[in-house]
């Protein structure tokens, strides 16, 4: 049968722009807590000015992937590269591994192995910036004293770190004028330059993940990270969250790693899309590639192991109740056993 192929074969990984020229490499990166393997040698490229979505199930190791790029875990194995400058960089990357320095600045390129770097380093020096699946954003503050805390690094450095900023001279208020109209023009963006007074937690929850997004570009991150911006949004706040994404990769040439579960913002908006189950890459490609790669779609309509699956007859159903069109929740999930299966994400399909 011309149509049918068996879900074991894991399907060559195209390449593209993220292989030339990839702001972040991910490793071999392993994240195991106690007898769980969350994240199992796990390798892929973030393209420079990319969107690039990673997805795949509930429980499949997206977060944990995030966690460990943006230095809230220490990965158990594995190498993470951020770069500035352009290209992969190899000389510096090798360069920097064997000297154990966390980072170097060459000419025009730098290179950070992540994994030895605090979050608070990675957010600072190698300008990586997340968002969270659940929103932290400082509830009692207004939206626009949220966007100031978030330049804190440069308003701290203006001060010299003295009570200059409190005496409010000369250098620290242009840092502060400067920090307040970069709080305006994000808060522009996003539209909400009327709740710049109100206080975070009374914003409505679309308009509070708005504000996360604006106060993570406030650090001017070479890589924004979103984890599950689209969660809860009504289809109105989706395109308006399609278009923000949108506007800072073409007019800010920010790189953005996003994970998300709906799939109209994910084949929208994405150039690449990385596709992780029971923490390992079982697809990497552009949209096209990976909406027709036999191993996603057995992943999200959770067929058996063993089986072969007819392509043409699958997609056939998701036309017909549209999988993955909506979010691959739980439901569509097979019934495992989260001890067991988890603790050998690789032996599942052999
Ligand atoms: N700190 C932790 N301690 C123990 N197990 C964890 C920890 N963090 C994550 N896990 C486990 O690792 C696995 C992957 O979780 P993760 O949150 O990365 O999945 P996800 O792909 O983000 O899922 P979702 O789509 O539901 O957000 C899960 O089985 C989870 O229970
Ligand atoms: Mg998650």
Redesign the pocket.
Known sequence: MANTQAISEVAAPRTGRWTEDPVLSVEHLSMH??G?I??GDLSFDVGRGDITALI??????????F?CVTGF?KPTEGRIIMRHGEGRQPELVEAVTASGEQYRRDGAGAVFLLERMPDFEIAYRAKVARTF?NIRLFGGMTALENLLVAQHNPLMIASGFTVGGLLGLGGFREAEKAAIAKAAYWLEQVRLTDRADDPAADLPYGAQRRLEIARAMCTEPHLLCL??PAAGLNPRETAELNRILQFIRDEHKTSVLL?E?DMGVVMEISDHIVV?DY?VKISDGDAAHVRSDANVIAAYLGVEDESEIDVAEVRADIESDEALQVKPRKARRPARP?STA?AAPRGRRK
């Open positions: 807590f106690g769980l969350a994240v795949g199930p509930n429980g499949a190791g997206k977060t944990t992937v966690n875990y699946q984890d599950e994970i579960h992780l923490g989260k988890k």
